[in-house]
Every structure is written in C-alpha cells, then in structure tokens.
C-alpha cells in the first residue's frame, strides 16, 4: 500500500472572507460561544485535510476523471477543496450557493 503524502493545505483569499461572514452570521445568531465553536470546527476540518484529502467523496458538482475535487459537508456549509500535486486548495461556501459560484469556488488565488 503507498503511503499517503502529506500536502500543505492553502486557502483561497474568499475563503477568509467567507469564514468571517460565517462566523458573524453565527454570532447574531446563535451567540459568541457557539460561533467560536463552529469557527473552531470549521479551521480544525480543513487543516485535517493535510493527510486525510482523500477521505471524502467527489464534489458531484464538479467531476473529473481524477476525482481531485471534492467537499465537505459541515451543517449548512461545503468545504470545497481540490487535490494538487503539491497542495491542497480549500474554499467553502454556503450549502444554498449558486452552482455558477461552486463552479467559480476553485479558481482560486492565493
């Protein structure tokens, strides 16, 4: 069995404006304890996502032969991430999302 590579995991400059919004939606919503709480779950999954990539299933809304895109669903959220040879990209978005800005998710710029 090959052994699994660890790759960096990067995050797109959306994504930090999107875990903001998130976690300012969380906090008029459900209180200061609870975003802190869905903010941590959210960082904690996607640095997991240095050796565990290959754990989740293929994004359905973007398929390719070497199934490289893939998601993570966390409550009302999506954590889209694509395989490279040397990284990991990570976005997420809203589970309600345009398929249009799915599809716009992983071009991402670091």
Same mark, same amino acid.
């Given at each position: 069995?090959?052994?699994?590579?660890?790759?960096?995991?990067?995050?797109?400059?959306?994504?930090?404006?999107?875990?903001? +919004? *998130?976690?300012?939606? $969380?906090?008029?919503?459900?209180?200061? #304890?609870? /975003?802190?709480?869905? !903010?941590?779950?959210?960082?904690?999954?996607?640095?997991?996502?240095?050796?565990?990539?290959?754990?989740?299933?293929?994004?359905?809304?973007?398929?390719?032969?070497?199934?490289?895109?893939? +998601? *993570?669903?966390?409550? $009302?959220?999506?954590?889209?991430?694509? #395989?490279? /040879?040397?990284?990991? !990209?990570?976005?997420?978005?809203?589970?309600?999302?345009?398929?249009?800005?799915?599809?716009?998710?992983?071009?991402?710029?670091?």
């Amino acid at each position: 069995m090959e052994e699994l590579k660890e790759k960096p995991v990067v995050f797109s400059k959306q994504y930090a404006l999107d875990t903001e +919004n *998130i976690y300012d939606y $969380s906090l008029e919503t459900f209180g200061e #304890i609870q /975003a802190i709480k869905y !903010e941590n779950f959210i960082d904690r999954t996607t640095i997991e996502l240095l050796l565990n990539y290959p754990m989740y299933p293929e994004c359905r809304w973007l398929p390719t032969k070497g199934r490289i895109n893939r +998601n *993570i669903i966390l409550e $009302s959220y999506l954590i889209i991430y694509r #395989i490279k /040879a040397e990284r990991i !990209e990570v976005q997420v978005l809203h589970y309600k999302s345009d398929i249009s800005r799915i599809r716009t998710a992983l071009k991402i710029k670091i």
